[in-house]
C-alpha cells in the first residue's frame, strides 16, 4: 500500500466545473507537496503547504494534518488544466513520498 | 535561469550497453535526486544527493551509480542496462525552506530511456 494515496485517479470534467483532488497519507509530515505535469512535459511545483491553505490563481490547496489529508481544487476549469496532478508528502528534509497521480482531462 | 537541464531527453539503449544522464542546474541548489516514473506507480527515488561529494541511495539503487563531482552537477549512470530500466527519468534539485523544513522543488524536463 502506497503511504500516499491519491483519489480519483483520473477524472474527466466539462469546462467551467468545479474540480476537487484528494490526497491522503499516512505518517506525519513536514510538508505536503502538489505537483503538476503536463502531457509529454516535465514536472511544475504548484504548492508546498504544512497548514491551512493556500491558493495561487484558480488554484487552491488545503490541509488538515489532523486528518492527514490534503485537497487540490480548481476553479473556473479550463482545458488547459488538464495534467496529471501529483501530491508529495515531505519526509524530513530530503526525500518525498509520492502519490501515483490523478489524471484530470477537461474538456470544452 | 535554465533551472534544472536535463540531457539527453532520450536514449535507446541496447541490454548491456552504458549511459550516463546528466543533470545541471543553476540554483545554487544544495540537494539534487534523480528519480524513475512509470506507468501506474508514482515518481521512485533512485538516488540522491545533500551536497557536492556525497550521495546517498534511494527506494531503488539497484543498476544505477550517482556522482556528485560539482554542486551542480548531478550524473546518473547504467552500467549495463536492462529492459527493467527502461522508464521516463527526472532530475530534481531543491533548497530548504526556513520556515517549514521541507523542501522546496525544481523538477528537469525529464529524459526517456528505451532499454531493447
Known amino acids: 500500500k502506497n503511504e500516499v494515496e491519491q483519489s480519483p485517479q483520473n477524472l474527466t470534467a466539462q469546462e467551467g466545473e468545479f474540480i476537487t483532488i484528494n490526497c491522503s497519507y499516512s505518517?506525519?509530515?513536514?510538508?505536503l507537496h502538489w505537483l503538476q505535469q503536463h502531457p509529454g512535459g516535465g514536472i511544475v511545483s504548484l504548492f508546498m503547504?504544512?497548514?491551512g491553505k493556500k491558493k495561487h490563481g484558480r488554484l487552491i490547496a488545503t490541509i488538515n494534518i489532523q486528518e492527514k489529508h490534503s485537497s487540490l481544487h480548481i476553479t473556473a476549469s479550463h482545458p488547459r488544466d488538464s495534467a496529471v496532478y501529483i501530491c508529495?508528502?515531505?519526509?524530513?528534509?530530503?526525500?518525498?513520498?509520492f502519490g501515483q497521480g490523478t489524471r484530470l482531462t477537461i474538456n470544452p | 535561469n535554465a533551472g534544472v537541464t536535463q540531457t539527453p531527453k532520450f536514449r535507446v539503449l541496447k541490454t548491456g550497453q552504458s549511459m550516463t544522464l546528466l543533470c545541471a542546474q543553476d540554483?545554487?541548489?544544495?540537494?539534487m535526486y534523480w528519480y524513475r516514473q512509470d506507468p501506474g506507480m508514482g515518481l521512485r527515488l533512485i538516488h540522491y544527493?545533500?551536497?557536492?561529494?556525497?550521495?546517498a541511495k534511494g527506494e531503488v539503487p539497484d543498476g544505477y551509480n550517482v556522482s556528485r563531482l560539482k554542486k551542480q552537477n548531478f550524473l546518473l549512470g547504467l552500467e549495463s542496462a536492462a529492459p527493467s530500466q527502461t522508464s521516463v527519468y527526472f532530475c530534481?534539485?531543491?533548497?530548504?525552506?526556513?520556515?517549514?523544513?521541507?523542501?522546496?522543488?525544481?523538477f528537469g524536463a525529464g529524459s526517456r530511456l528505451t532499454v531493447l
Open positions: 505518517v506525519g509530515i513536514s510538508a
Open positions: 508529495a508528502r515531505g519526509q524530513g528534509a530530503q526525500k518525498l513520498v
Open positions: 544527493s545533500v551536497g557536492e561529494g556525497t550521495t
Open positions: 503547504l504544512s497548514s
Open positions: 540554483m545554487n541548489h544544495e540537494y
Open positions: 530534481a534539485s531543491s533548497y530548504q525552506d526556513s520556515l517549514s523544513g521541507a523542501n522546496v522543488l525544481t
